[in-house]
């Protein structure tokens, strides 16, 4: 079993940043696969980054959004950067000990409660 909490949201202007941080319970963290996804409002939850040996984004955050895994603190962290008021969601954070497909939520096993981004114009 897996456990996640995910913090750092909150409301920020266009163009700026936040750091979003996931915490993970257990001591096989190291060997699971780590997802990001966000759900706007009316709107289906979609893939933002994932990192298991590598990391990769969707195309709407290239370039500005950042994964990063702490393997000491046992968490994951999303770094974004530049903003779009398009970023508004519920983000959340999910783990998997093994998947084919890490872009898609049904390929993900636990998940955190989420935690809400805000970016104004």
């Known amino acids: 079993q897996v456990q996640l909490v995910e913090s750092g949201g909150g409301l920020v202007q266009a163009g700026g940043s936040l750091r979003l941080s996931c915490a993970a319970s257990?001591?096989?963290?190291?060997?699971?696969?780590m997802g990001w996804f966000r759900q706007a409002p009316g709107k289906e939850r979609e893939f933002v980054a994932a990192v298991s040996r590598t990391a990769s984004y969707a195309d709407s955050v290239k370039g500005r959004f950042t994964v990063v895994r702490d393997y000491a603190k046992n968490t994951v962290l999303l770094q974004m950067n530049s903003l779009k008021p398009e970023d508004t969601g519920v983000y959340y954070c999910?783990?998997?000990?093994?998947?084919?497909?890490?872009?898609?939520?049904?390929?993900?096993?636990?998940w955190g409660q989420g935690t809400q981004v805000t970016v104004s114009s």
């Open positions: 999910a783990a998997v000990l093994r998947s084919y497909d890490l872009s898609s939520p049904s390929g993900y096993d636990y």
């Open positions: 257990g001591r096989t963290f190291s060997t699971y696969s």
